[in-house]
């Protein structure tokens, strides 16, 4: 990942390839934003007149590249717009600033070093201008993934000096290490989501949680298809099956010694879904490999929760199969005995990911933790529902779910609170079993939630994302979002990792 700085260098004097400033949209035109005073002086006060003259007009996502004037050290400056100013005593707000550093992280590839100097008021205005500049600055490398040495061609910006910061400041400092491990993780997230899925499949997604455990001293325990044909675990077993690759379900396991609550996050890991049996049509395959984008989600946020030291136990279940057709693979109309005992019609091979789930879910309660969340690419009918950016929350407490949508909101992942009728419930009864995968087509995102619950253990808090919209993005990048594996999540779970340790959650 690119390297971050905190620095007191002026933008005029910083050795840089391109110094990053912000434009607010005015009513007549651009205005530079503070922290490029140094730049504009350089302009001789004329950085908006020139960048009107150039067509920018301060609004979100826009990124205009000049030559430098020679009063300054940088070659380039590269104006970024960050939309309507903010009222008069308020600061900006933290997600314009994450995606507008983004977004000149994005227009800064291929160049080495840049100066950022946009308006960072406080260590949070820093943290998150740091966050939008380190996710904006990513991109999926075949080679560095896989551990070669060869040279991507339009390597990422390399450096990220944040202008205008105190890095003696304890406040900064913190905000800046935080950020750097977050990003870290959520861009871990993203890598494996974008792996191939030949490379990415249930063994070699747990061989690499067991070698990423192992740096962060973590517990990890790997349970193979014959410990999962032994424990009865008859979900991941029957997904699994069609398989030449078999399931896995990975316990990873961070603990604090002063540890007053234990969070337990549990992700959906289709490493490929092809939907079975009941196969999914052309086009609807292609970006399949996304399907564990909630395991890859839960790693992310149990190995950023040790590298942060937080006074918290986080478990994460990583639920591993690859759900393909063939003569061994599970058929409509089978009958699986889930962990934990209950029978479950499968009419429908697609509906897979509530199969995994529903074993991890089992298993996870059993160690009786205070919160469970489980994060799932789970449902189409979610994609519906909310469109491409925002995922879906459920939960089987009011509360716990008013908190995952806020903090959501507040690390700058659209979520929306959603219902889970109970009456839902009496399409999934089925003649043969407890129930089938699949009932009513209506809601099938809330219904998918309903049928979660029933594998939640008597009394524990539980909360469902369903990411099935943000994790994976199809469309020209924006912000700090690339194309593909967005690690949506993540940094919502980290937080709600964060404020469980600090006991703010209730
Ligand atoms: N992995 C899919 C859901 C999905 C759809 C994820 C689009 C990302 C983007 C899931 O396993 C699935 O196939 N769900 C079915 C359920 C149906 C058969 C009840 C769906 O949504 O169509
Ligand atoms: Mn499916
Ligand atoms: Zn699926």
Redesign the pocket.
């Known amino acids: 990942m690119s390297a971050l700085t905190l620095s007191t260098s002026s933008a005029a004097t910083l050795r840089a390839d391109a110094i990053v400033v912000g434009v607010t949209k005015g009513p007549k035109g651009p205005v530079v934003a503070s922290g490029a005073e140094a730049v504009d002086k350089a302009f001789d006060g004329k950085l908006a007149t020139v960048l009107e003259t150039l067509g920018a007009t301060g609004g979100e996502g826009e990124a205009t590249k000049l030559p430098a004037p020679s009063g300054l050290k940088a070659p380039v400056v590269l104006a970024v717009g960050l939309g309507d100013a903010p009222a008069k005593d308020e600061g900006f707000d933290h997600e314009a600033l994450r995606r507008a550093a983004g977004t000149a992280a994005r227009a800064l590839t291929g160049t080495k070093k840049a100066g950022f100097a946009l308006p960072t008021e406080d260590a949070e205005a820093a943290a998150a201008i740091a966050e939008g500049a380190l996710l904006g600055a990513y991109s999926y490398d075949a080679a560095r993934v896989n551990g070669k040495k060869d040279a991507q061609k339009n390597a990422p910006l390399a450096e990220i000096a944040l202008l205008g910061t105190k890095p003696r400041d304890k406040a900064f400092k913190a905000a800046a290490e935080r950020a750097t491990v977050v990003c870290e993780e959520v861009n871990r997230a993203r890598d494996l989501i974008n792996m191939p899925p030949n490379d990415l499949h249930p063994k070699s997604f747990a061989a690499t949680a067991q070698a990423a455990g192992k740096e962060y001293g973590l517990k990890v325990e790997v349970l193979d298809e014959k410990a999962l044909l032994k424990g009865g675990f008859g979900g991941l077993m029957g997904v699994g099956q069609g398989s030449t690759v078999p399931p896995r379900l990975v316990r990873v396991a961070y603990t604090h010694p002063k540890a007053e609550k234990t969070l337990a996050l549990v992700g959906k890991g289709i490493t490929y879904?092809s939907?079975g049996i009941s196969l999914k049509p052309a086009g609807h395959n292609e970006t399949m490999k996304c399907d564990m984008s909630g395991a890859a989600a839960v790693f992310g946020a149990v190995v950023a929760a040790a590298r942060l030291g937080l006074r918290v136990n986080v478990t994460g279940w990583l639920a591993l199969a690859e759900?393909m057709p063939s003569g061994s693979a599970t058929r409509p109309g089978d009958v699986l005995r889930m962990y934990g005992g209950k029978t479950v019609e499968v009419l429908n091979t697609?509906?897979?990911?509530r199969l995994v789930l529903a074993d991890a879910l089992v298993r996870a309660s059993e160690e009786n933790p205070d919160a469970i969340v489980d994060v799932a690419t789970l449902t189409g009918a979610m994609v519906l529902a909310l469109g491409n950016r925002t995922f879906g929350v459920m939960a089987n407490d009011d509360a716990f779910r008013t908190s995952l949508y806020e903090i959501a909101e507040e690390v700058g992942e659209p979520a929306w609170p959603m219902p889970m009728p109970a009456e839902l419930r009496k399409s999934m009864d089925s003649p043969v079993a407890d129930f089938a995968n699949i009932g009513e087509r209506m809601g099938g995102g809330l219904l998918a939630g309903v049928f979660l619950k029933e594998f939640v253990g008597e009394g524990i808090t539980w909360a469902h994302l369903d990411i099935a919209g943000p994790a994976y993005h199809e469309s020209a990048p924006f912000g700090y979002t690339p194309k593909g594996g967005t690690g949506s999540a993540v940094r919502t779970l980290v937080r709600l990792a964060e404020y469980t340790a600090d006991g703010d959650l209730g």
């Open positions: 879904d939907g759900n697609d509906a897979e990911g």
